[in-house]
């Protein structure tokens, strides 16, 4: 699966000049000699993101390697352990998600119905996705929740979310995104429901708080 499936999502086989027929496993990791190390890092993260799908959050550095196709040493060159890479597939989820709330909420000038929105649409994202839905299981939501809090990921949210950076839209952006990984852990029964509630509680409180502090 993994490196033939790497090389047909990304182009490393036409770049290698490699074709379908070939058995791509046969060369190993080969592959990575020669390839720019940000190409075969987001490679590996595409191909980590299907072994949380069916491992959740805490899937192994033997797990992604063997999916991959290479070694545990080979993967540890490119992340130096795995909640390095949890956190880089965190990050990265993160800017896609923020990419489709930006665009989704782009034509809703009203702050709150826009922040509301914003929310729906992120939870609505991760529900879709198998890969981030194994992240938010019982076992799994403690640790999608840390990584949830990182910098960046965090900066991530502020801006789309809130329209704002820095240190105050970081801290309404970390009581979001609390809010965000506690609806996916448990979810408020419809939604219907849910989107009662994150307009009347959520929404209110994370924008008092950034105009108070505006």
């Known amino acids: 699966m993994g490196v033939r499936k790497l090389c047909a ?18 060369r190993g ?32 550095m033997g797990d992604i390697a063997a999916a991959v196709g290479c070694s545990r040493a080979t993967l540890y060159r490119y992340f130096d352990g795995r909640r390095q890479l949890q956190l880089a597939y965190v990050e990265r989820v993160a800017r896609r998600i923020g990419a489709v709330v930006a665009e989704t909420v782009s ?17 609505t994202e991760v529900r879709r996705d198998p890969a981030l839905a194994a992240w938010f299981t019982a076992a799994g939501a403690g640790v999608a929740g840390e990584l949830a809090l990182s910098s960046e990921f965090i900066e991530t949210v502020a801006t789309a979310f809130l329209g704002t950076g820095g240190e105050d839209g970081g801290e309404a952006a970390r009581w979001v995104v609390r809010v965000i990984v506690s609806l996916l852990a448990v979810p408020e029964g419809s939604p219907e429901r849910e989107r009662a509630v994150i307009a009347r509680f959520v929404t209110p409180t994370v924008l008092g708080f950034t105009e108070t502090r505006s």
Do not use: C, H, Y
Request: no cysteine; glycine share 8%.
């Open 9 to 26: 999502a990304t182009g490393l086989g036409t770049v290698l000049g490699m074709t379908d027929d070939q058995d791509l496993r046969v």
């Open 29 to 60: 990791a080969d592959w990575m000699r020669g390839t720019r190390r940000p190409a075969v890092q987001d490679a590996i993260l595409e191909i980590a993101g299907e072994v949380f799908a069916t491992k959740g959050a805490n899937a192994s």
């Open 107 to 123: 034509d809703r000038p009203e702050p709150a119905d826009r922040l509301t929105e914003s929310i729906i649409v992120a939870l």
